[in-house]
Antibody, heavy 118, light 107 residues
Framework: EVQLVESGGGLVQPGGSLRLSCTASGLSLGVSWMTWVRQVPGKGLEWVANMNQDGSEKFHVDSVEGRFTISRDNRKNSLYLQMNGLRSQDTAIYYC???????????WGQGALVIVSS | ETVMTQSPATLSVSPGGRVTLSCRASQSVGNKLAWYQQNPGQAPRLLIYDASTRATGIPARFSGSGSGTEFTLTITSLQSGDFAVYVCQQYDIWPPTFGQGTKVDIK
C-alpha cells in the first residue's frame, strides 16, 4: 500500500521558519515528480511547489517564491519544504503528493497543519 | 493565472441518482484537466486526469469529458461515499490551479 506521511507542521510566529517532511512507503519517490499543495481549512487548494525526479528542476508559485524551497532526498525516500519568512496567509494544511504524467496529484499524504500566528 | 470556476457550489442528490458537475477555465487548457474527490478532513483523491481518463481503481460510475474551457464530471448511481466535495484542476498553464469545489450532498 502506498503511503505518504507529512510531518513538521505546527505553530510558528510570523517571520519564523518550519521544515516539512514527507516520507513515503510502498513506493519509490525517486521515480516521480513530487509536489506540495496547501489548503486553508474550509477553503480551496493551492499548488505550492514541485520538483522533478533528481531535483534538477524545481518550481515555486509566486506567493512563496524566495521564501519556500522544495527539496528531496531519494535515498531517504523523502520530500521536504523549507518555509522561511512565514506569514499569516501561509496558515494551511500542507499536502505532499506524487505526480502522474503531468502536474496533477496521484498519491497524497494526510496533510500537515501549519499555523502562523503570534 | 488560470481561474477555474465550478458550478454549482452545492448540489443535492438522492442516493442512486446522477449528477453532472461543471468546471470552466478562464482560458483554454486543452485536455489538461483533473478531477478530485475530497471528504471532510481528508486529502484529495484523484478521480480523473487528462479530462476523461479514470485514475487507477476509480469505478466507471465516474466519467469526465470536455476540452478547452468547458469540462464536466458525471457520477451515476451515487453511493454514500460519493457525497463529498469535487474539485477540478488545470495543469496546462503554470501554475496549476484548482476550482473552489462543488459539494454534493444528500437530498
Amino acid at each position: 500500500e502506498v503511503q505518504l506521511v507529512e510531518s513538521g507542521g505546527g505553530l510558528v510566529q510570523p517571520g519564523g521558519s518550519l521544515r516539512l517532511s514527507c516520507t513515503a512507503s510502498g513506493l519509490s519517490l525517486g521515480v516521480s515528480w513530487m509536489t506540495w499543495v496547501r489548503q486553508v481549512p474550509g477553503k480551496g487548494l493551492e499548488w505550492v511547489a514541485n520538483m522533478n525526479q533528481d531535483g534538477s528542476e524545481k518550481f515555486h508559485v509566486d506567493s512563496v517564491e524566495g521564501r519556500f524551497t522544495i527539496s528531496r532526498d531519494n535515498r531517504k525516500n523523502s520530500l521536504y519544504l523549507q518555509m522561511n519568512g512565514l506569514r499569516s496567509q501561509d496558515t494551511a494544511i500542507y499536502y505532499c503528493a506524487t505526480e502522474g504524467t503531468n502536474d496533477y496529484g496521484v498519491h497524497w499524504g494526510q496533510g500537515a497543519l501549519v499555523i502562523v500566528s503570534s | 493565472e488560470t481561474v477555474m470556476t465550478q458550478s454549482p457550489a452545492t448540489l443535492s442528490v438522492s442516493p442512486g441518482g446522477r449528477v453532472t458537475l461543471s468546471c470552466r477555465a478562464s482560458q483554454s487548457v486543452g485536455n489538461k484537466l483533473a478531477w478530485y474527490q475530497q471528504n471532510p478532513g481528508q486529502a484529495p483523491r484523484l478521480l480523473i486526469y487528462d479530462a476523461s481518463t479514470r485514475a487507477t481503481g476509480i469505478p466507471a460510475r465516474f466519467s469526465g469529458s470536455g476540452s478547452g474551457t468547458e469540462f464536466t464530471l458525471t457520477i451515476t448511481s451515487l453511493q454514500s461515499g460519493d457525497f463529498a466535495v469535487y474539485v477540478c484542476q488545470q495543469y496546462d498553464i503554470w501554475p496549476p490551479t484548482f476550482g473552489q469545489g462543488t459539494k454534493v450532498d444528500i437530498k
